[in-house]
């Protein structure tokens, strides 16, 4: 089995771009529009937004990617994770949740949530935020209560 290695990168990169609209595309074919919390390449830019990508060590292909966004002091989302299809059941997503969780550690974080989709679609998502440790909570940020929604957070420990 081949390494990868997780790295900060431009999401405006062509293959980057390829699997984020493929992500969107996805997001709105699962979920009902107004439940489409997904990020666009150009918001993925934001300053207050570390964009990472999961590369195969050998050929350079893009295998997955992630994000980390401050919504508030001590308080990070992961956004915009997704595998390429191809790489899926290589430990791509859970490497790439672990290098997000990770830097918020790093930043002080206090703890670290996200949004999901309740639909069947999203079972592999919520199976794996659940074996990382993430529990229920309400709505959090600008996000509102949704049946299309589940929402995540995980307590960080200082380092």
């Known amino acids: 089995m081949s390494t990868f290695t997780i790295a900060p990168e431009d999401p405006r990169t062509p293959d980057v771009v390829a699997l984020l609209t493929r992500h969107l595309e996805l997001m709105h074919e699962q979920s009902p529009p107004e439940d489409v919390h997904a990020l666009d390449v150009d ?10 990508a999961a590369r195969d060590d050998a050929a350079g292909e893009l295998l997955g990617v992630g994000a980390l966004a401050e919504i508030a002091p001590g308080h990070g989302e992961v956004k915009s994770m997704h595998t390429a299809a191809a790489a899926r059941r290589r430990g791509v997503a859970g490497a790439l949740l672990g290098r997000v969780v990770d830097l918020a550690v790093d930043r002080g974080y206090a703890r670290v949530s996200l949004e ?3 639909q069947d679609e999203f079972a592999a998502a919520r199976a794996l935020y659940a074996r990382a440790g993430f529990l229920e909570c309400p709505p959090f940020g600008t996000y509102a209560a949704s049946p299309s929604s589940v929402f995540l957070t995980l307590a ?3 380092r």
Do not use: S, V
């Not at 918001?43 to 990472?52: K, S």
């Open 116 to 118: 999901t989709g309740t």
């Open 156 to 158: 960080l420990a200082p």
């Open 43 to 52: 918001a993925l830019t934001a300053p207050h937004i570390t964009f990472l």
